[in-house]
């Protein structure tokens, strides 16, 4: 990107920065209809010191020409003990099944502590380089997979401090619970990382009894629920309901997001609006995963086109007050073939897929603050005075220009500075990729 340069020393100050309404908490100016403003930002030791209206240009100020400033992005739902797996364990099928398949053999024969590690390492330089400050990663918690990736993660959580915030969610399925000393056992594990606590829903008879059990070991050690649920066509599956139902009926204070909720998108508009006013009324949060769901959903085996875009009702949810937000989910292997942790793609695709926009309005807030809000991330996903200067300075000067390219070009300011944007090569891993 030409004709400025962020100073690597001392005190700055960036004119004309396009700075969206929504993401600068506190700043009383009339955004444009696209909800953005020109101002200047003003840097100093690592913070954002000032926010000012733009009127004239000072000589001694870096001239943005009224590019896009963004805050860092935060990715609320990922799995990168799974990521970069796809070349020695390809899904057969491109079907959720075969993805199950594929990642269970892959994890019993190969995810050693190394392996797990090296993987998740290089999938947070790929987040960190794009721009993402904050991740969340669910962890593959089957045992004996517990007691290999809970202690990689506190170890990456440490090597990574400073540069991205990691937080992990235990994934099991909801079964694990009819075993109450083995769920317990990865609650007491979950608690010693100061981690979330997880698992994934599908339709089965004890499910009330198991989530009940769930929230009272949530309850006990004081942590935060995150679950999967829903993610299928069948529009029998109601998981959402049910943890909404759960919340409500166990008086749960502390936070709760839910992540896919395809189903909804299938289910009659009776049964689906009383749904979002219990999750609305159970304070719960959702965030929605369109890249991995359009690849894995209604993916038919007789060559027809797929129907379904196979993602939830944002629209209907924010109408609501419902808290939104969008995340990568899986990368490079058997469940999305694809992926770099991007949040600029994952805006980018969730507009088009949809349809956030017309009005934008504060939609931005799904891919930085709303998701720095559920991780309980202070100054996080903001630009706002006295807060920490981390951003990233995009080529676009609105939203059509900014969501038409990569913007392979942007720069990521962290503490005042611009870091080195270098992605790791894919031969890095090639080792781990050998039969």
Same mark, same amino acid.
């Given at each position: 990107?030409?004709?400025?340069?962020?100073?690597?020393?001392?005190?700055?100050?960036?004119?004309?920065?396009?700075?969206?309404?929504?993401?600068?908490?506190?700043?009383?100016?009339?955004?444009?209809? #696209?909800?953005?403003?020109?101002?200047?930002?003003?840097?100093?030791?690592?913070?954002?010191?000032?926010?000012?209206?733009?009127?004239?240009?000072?000589?001694?100020?870096?001239?943005?020409?009224?590019?896009?400033?963004?805050?860092?992005?935060?990715?609320?739902?990922?799995?990168?003990?799974?990521?970069?797996?796809?070349?020695?364990?390809?899904?057969?099928?491109?079907?959720?099944?075969?993805?199950?398949?594929?990642?269970?053999?892959?994890?019993?024969?190969?995810?050693?502590?190394?392996?797990?590690?090296?993987?998740?390492?290089?999938?947070?330089?790929?987040?960190?380089?794009?721009?993402?400050?904050?991740?969340?990663?669910?962890?593959?918690?089957?045992?004996?997979?517990?007691?290999?990736?809970?202690?990689?993660?506190?170890?990456?959580?440490?090597?990574?401090?400073?540069?991205?915030?990691?937080?992990?969610?235990?994934?099991?399925?909801?079964?694990?619970?009819?075993?109450?000393?083995?769920?317990?056992?990865?609650?007491?594990?979950?608690?010693?990382?100061?981690?979330?606590?997880?698992?994934?829903?599908?339709? &089965?008879? #004890?499910?009330?009894?198991?989530?009940?059990?769930?929230?009272?070991?949530?309850?006990?050690?004081?942590?935060?629920?995150?679950?999967?649920?829903?993610?299928?066509?069948?529009?029998?599956?109601?998981?959402?309901?049910?943890?909404?139902?759960?919340?409500?009926?166990?008086?749960?204070?502390?936070?709760?997001?839910?992540?896919?909720?395809?189903?909804?998108?299938?289910?009659?508009?009776?049964?689906?609006?009383?749904?979002?006013?219990?999750?609305?009324?159970?304070?719960?949060?959702?965030?929605?995963?369109? &890249?991995?769901?359009?690849?894995?959903?209604?993916?038919?085996?007789?060559?027809?086109?797929?129907?379904?875009?196979?993602?939830?009702?944002?629209?209907? &949810?924010?109408?609501?007050?419902?808290?939104?937000?969008?995340?990568?989910?899986?990368?490079?292997?058997?469940?999305?073939?694809?992926?770099?942790?991007? &949040?600029?793609?994952?805006?980018?695709?969730?507009?088009?897929?949809?349809?956030?926009?017309?009005?934008?309005?504060?939609?931005?807030?799904?891919?930085?603050?709303?998701?720095?809000?559920?991780?309980?991330?202070?100054?996080?996903?903001?630009?706002?005075?006295?807060?920490?200067?981390?951003?990233?300075?995009?080529?676009?000067?609105?939203?059509?220009?900014?969501?038409?390219?990569?913007?392979?070009?942007?720069?990521?300011?962290?503490?005042?500075?611009?870091?080195?944007?270098?992605?790791?090569?894919?031969?890095?891993?090639?080792?781990?990729?050998?039969?």
């Amino acid at each position: 990107m030409s004709a400025f340069v962020i100073p690597v020393s001392g005190s700055y100050r960036l004119a004309r920065a396009r700075l969206h309404t929504s993401l600068t908490p506190g700043l009383s100016l009339d955004g444009d209809p #696209d909800g953005f403003v020109l101002a200047e930002l003003e840097i100093a030791d690592g913070k954002i010191r000032r926010i000012s209206p733009q009127d004239i240009i000072p000589s001694d100020a870096v001239d943005l020409a009224g590019r896009i400033v963004l805050p860092c992005f935060v990715d609320c739902h990922t799995h990168i003990d799974k990521g970069h797996i796809w070349q020695r364990s390809p899904n057969p099928d491109g079907s959720f099944p075969g993805a199950l398949a594929a990642n269970e053999a892959d994890r019993t024969a190969r995810w050693s502590s190394e392996d797990v590690s090296r993987r998740m390492d290089f999938s947070l330089r790929c987040a960190y380089a794009h721009g993402t400050s904050a991740v969340r990663t669910h962890i593959d918690s089957i045992a004996p997979q517990d007691d290999i990736s809970w202690p990689v993660f506190m170890e990456m959580r440490e090597r990574w401090k400073g540069r991205v915030d990691l937080q992990a969610v235990s994934l099991v399925g909801l079964e694990m619970a009819r075993d109450r000393q083995v769920f317990s056992k990865l609650v007491q594990q979950v608690a010693a990382a100061d981690g979330v606590l997880g698992a994934f829903l599908y339709p &089965m008879p #004890d499910v009330v009894e198991l989530l009940d059990f769930v929230f009272s070991k949530a309850t006990q050690y004081g942590l935060d629920l995150d679950f999967h649920a829903d993610e299928t066509l069948d529009p029998s599956a109601t998981g959402l309901r049910q943890i909404a139902e759960a919340a409500l009926w166990n008086n749960f204070d502390g936070r709760i997001l839910v992540g896919h909720c395809c189903s909804l998108a299938r289910q009659p508009e009776q049964d689906v609006l009383p749904t979002l006013d219990k999750v609305a009324k159970a304070g719960i949060s959702v965030v929605s995963l369109p &890249m991995c769901n359009l690849y894995l959903q209604d993916r038919r085996q007789d060559g027809t086109t797929p129907r379904w875009r196979g993602v939830t009702l944002l629209h209907e &949810m924010k109408a609501r007050g419902i808290p939104i937000a969008v995340a990568s989910d899986n990368t490079r292997d058997p469940f999305y073939a694809y992926g770099d942790l991007d &949040m600029l793609e994952v805006y980018r695709e969730s507009t088009r897929i949809l349809h956030l926009d017309h009005p934008v309005a504060d939609w931005p807030r799904a891919a930085s603050a709303t998701p720095a809000e559920i991780m309980r991330l202070d100054e996080t996903g903001i630009l706002a005075e006295g807060g920490p200067a981390d951003f990233i300075v995009f080529r676009g000067r609105s939203w059509t220009e900014l969501l038409s390219r990569p913007e392979s070009d942007r720069i990521v300011v962290r503490g005042g500075r611009a870091i080195e944007r270098d992605l790791p090569d894919y031969s890095e891993l090639d080792d781990l990729m050998g039969a």
